[in-house]
């Protein structure tokens, strides 16, 4: 009896978190799937989740347009190096 | 004689030898020795705090003092200010029933959000607290919304929720349980709905964590101890957890609510205030008149009236933490 | 311990190395080397207009090849993206403002002594007369002195789904019963997933496109009456009343209360929208940035009795100011070279022939262009019936309440009844004019057309 009852307790545990999960999830899988579309595909909207075509481009053109190039440097790879130096 | 005592750790202890045959003289040097270290102290912790409060000066204080001066004009940004006393204040009171919906639109909001995002983030934080296999896993799971910045996500959101081919209208459709689509941004109770919505799924992770926190605070052995009086679980929840979370639960909920009340961004992105304003809370109100984007607007900034509904607002804002923190004191007494 | 540290350091400096391999990423200011014949002077224009972009890339490379070769003039370009006009007012306040950019706030700037007036530059008055025509106040000129030479011109025209009228067998519509007719029939037809007309009102700025100005050829103003110099917005209860009878049939697009302009074409080019009231610059759009998957067409406003009809709407754009700075460094020949480029026929006329920009002086420019490529094009550039309008005096009032354009949002989503809103929408603002002109701020002869009933009249 108290193992059953011990069960129930735990399957509804998971059931609850089960669903947080698939709400948390799904808008960003969502996002996620849309950074590989094109901009009239993301914005027609509809039903489709998965990319008609995968647009991989449109992580290096962001990366370009934004240059992260220059702040990833900035934030990471800076600081660590002179950290380190300073350790020494 | 005996010379005065070298440390200070022997001042205490060498005074009181000290005083009682050396007098004053003694005593006095004591004293400076004790304040030259205190006054070493001092200056260190005024060095450390003045960065912070420079920042505090130039980005905080000085615009409040702005605000409040423009509060007094009437200006458009670039021409001369006039100066017009109290009448802006006259007009936000008397002729503007606009701005005081939007108070309440934004204050609706943040009691929407308090009630409904509190019960899930403790709830979620007491599950995931080592009850189960893989808490680890679920803790990141329920953090990841917070990631995404609000301009994503409430594009995103808007797309789901699309009154054309939203998903959420497809799979309400698909299960029956409506007939045709819902148009979300259509109505005003429906989008503040939305808003209400996206805004939990936003920070719920966040809170949770707050708690998490918070319950690895409470020393196992309260817990043991019920259990050894036979306590269920759900009755140690009532009596031990919810309790003696009360101190975060107190921080967490006024920072939600005056976090909620100043939400502009989210608003902005997904309705822009519509369906013919429904949605317009107060901050994106007071928004307008400052800043008019796009180059097809050409309506003039009104500058010291915005101001002026922005100490206000900040007024307001204050007197609801007020009530909160003495309603809450006197909680904390009862417990 | 020491062993990781190094590991460490070289990984970092792998990294940093490999980052910065790829360089500055930029995008170059359209600069060819001059050849200095004496000295060489480096003009900086800014501008917000990237639709254009290749083709004053063109013209200024030719300019760097001759005149610019011979005068030692170097123009560099730079466009910017959405935060255009907060940079150009962070530049300004700095004093490092460029030499010329274009501007929509013309008269703060003048009135802060900020830009020159163009008669004060050599061979400015000759460019004023040439364009006499379309000097308006608050639209380039300010205070009745003009401060940028008017360039081109945005119209207004129905886009519709080709292939979608063909197939169901409806002809295009001329009046407004036709347009509640055939939107009736798009979405009858569509099942849900198409719909007869598409109207956008997330955002403030489309008040104009979509109520205002495709009112006007119906009832002969826009929501400011340019014969009376004053606002009239009763005048647009018509209007309202069709789009309030096309939601009530439900041939609305879905959601249109919170609907992006960018989505509106977006779904139009998926052929889920069967006619929208578009304007010049969606033909780069439906090209470019949504390139519509079938034949679609452009026809005019329909209006709401075909035997009345006014010409439709255009609005000036793109205003070239000269920075006072000019005067101050001595480069006033050097920047007038430039300007002179930006408004010359050669260089409009390019922009013309690739349906970037509609030159505002028409057929003086389009004579000495090719054929548009795009065909929807020239029924954009046909000037013949469209009344270039004054400014409004909307910039010089100050409003309490509700502005028009929340307003407009009320009574299309239902919660303000038109006639009563438009009453009281008249009632405040023609105050707040009236206000403004007895304190000195308007001087309301500069938004009247003397020859207003002449000028709006359609040409057959």
Redesign the interface.
Known sequence: MVKAKQFLNKSLIYLILLIFTVIALFPVVYIILASFKTNQEIMAGGVHIFPKQWQFQNYIKAWKLANFQKYTYNSAVSPTVKTILKKK | MAAPGSGTQDAGQGLRGRILLEGTIHVKRKTTKYSSYTLNNSIQEILMILPMFIGFLLFTAYPIFWALRWAFFEYDGFSTPIFIGVENFIRAFSRDPTFWFTLYNAFLLALAKLVTEMPIAIVLAVLVNNKVKGSSFFRIIFFLPTVFSIAVIGLIFSILFSAYNGIINELLVYFGIVEKNINWFGERWLAMFVVLLVSVWSTFGMVMIYFLMGLQNIPRELYECAQLDGASGIKQFFHITLPMLSPVIQVVFMISMIGTMKMTDLILVMTNGQPGGGTEVVMTYIFKYFFQYGDATVTPSQFGYASSLAIITAIFLSIITFIFLKISTRMKEMY | MKGN?IF??VV??I??LA??A?GK??PAPSTDKAVASGKTEVIRIWS?DAHNRDEYTETIKKFHETIGKDKGIKIEYTVYGGDY?NSLDVAIAAGEEPHMFKS??TG?YA??GKIVPISELPGGNKLIEETKKYHFE?IGMFGGVVYAIPIRVTTQNMIYNKELFARLGIEVPVSWNDLREAAKKITRAGG?KIFGFGIP?????YK?YHVAWPAAPSVGTQFFNHKTGKFDFQSLEPFFNLMLQLKADGSL???F??LDY??LR??F??G?IGMYFGASFDVGVLYD???AKFDWGVAPIPVMDPNRRYKQIGTPGAFYVVSSRVKKEKLEEKVMEVYKLFVSIEHLALTYERGKDIPIRGEEVTKHAGEPKRKQWPMFTDLKNVYVRLAYP??????????Y??MF??I?????DPKKALADLDKRYNTALQKSIDGGKVNIKLYIDPNYDENVKYIK
């Open positions: 540290r460490l350091m970092c400096s990294l940093a980052l910065n790829g990423q930029e917000n006009y929509m706030k703060q009135q802060t608050d849900g009102m997330k955002y403030t700025n104009y697009f879905p959601g209360e919170t960018d989505t977006a779904q080019a998926e889920n940035q949504f390139p909307e910039s010089k009032i100050t409003v309490e309440g509700d502005n354009t929340d949002s009320k299309l989503t239902g919660m303000a």
